[in-house]
Nanobody, 115 residues
Framework: LQFVESGGELVQPGGSLRLSCEAS????????VGWYRHGPNNQRELVAR?????????HYEDSVKGRFTISRDDDKRMVYLQMNSLKPEDTGVYYC????????WGPGTQVTVPS
C-alpha cells in the first residue's frame, strides 16, 4: 500500500487546513492508519490515528485534541485530517501511514504556521 498526501500550505495562526491522503489500492479498509508530523525537531510523531472502519475509533496526541479530527473514507481510499485553530507548533511535514508496521512513506505535505 502506498500513500500520497496533499493539502498542506502556509496558514496564519488560528486558521484551518484539511489534509488529504490517497491510498494506492482498496486494501486501506484493513488497516489502522494515522497522521504523522515530522517537525523542526527532526522527530516524527503520531498526532492522530483511526482504527479500522469497523470501529472507527480515533485517538489524538494531547497537543491536538479538540483541534484536529481524523476521518477515513475507505470506498474512496482516502484518509483526512481536519486541522483547526492552528498554532506555530503544528508546523511540519505531515504523512499518513499504517500505524506501527509502516508501509513506504509518501512525499508528505508541508504545513507552515508562522509565529
Amino acid at each position: 500500500l502506498q500513500f500520497v498526501e496533499s493539502g498542506g500550505e502556509l496558514v496564519q495562526p488560528g486558521g484551518s487546513l484539511r489534509l488529504s491522503c490517497e491510498a494506492s489500492d482498496g486494501t486501506l479498509w484493513f488497516y489502522e492508519v494515522g497522521w504523522y508530523r515530522h517537525g523542526p525537531n527532526n522527530q516524527r510523531e503520531l498526532v492522530a490515528r483511526i482504527d479500522r472502519s469497523s470501529s472507527g475509533v480515533t485517538h489524538y496526541e494531547d497537543s491536538v485534541k479538540g483541534r484536529f479530527t481524523i476521518s477515513r473514507d475507505d470506498d474512496k481510499r482516502m484518509v483526512y485530517l481536519q486541522m483547526n485553530s492552528l498554532k506555530p507548533e503544528d508546523t511540519g511535514v505531515y504523512y499518513c501511514n499504517r500505524v506501527d508496521h509502516f508501509f513506504a512513506w509518501g512525499p508528505g505535505t508541508q504545513v507552515t504556521v508562522p509565529s
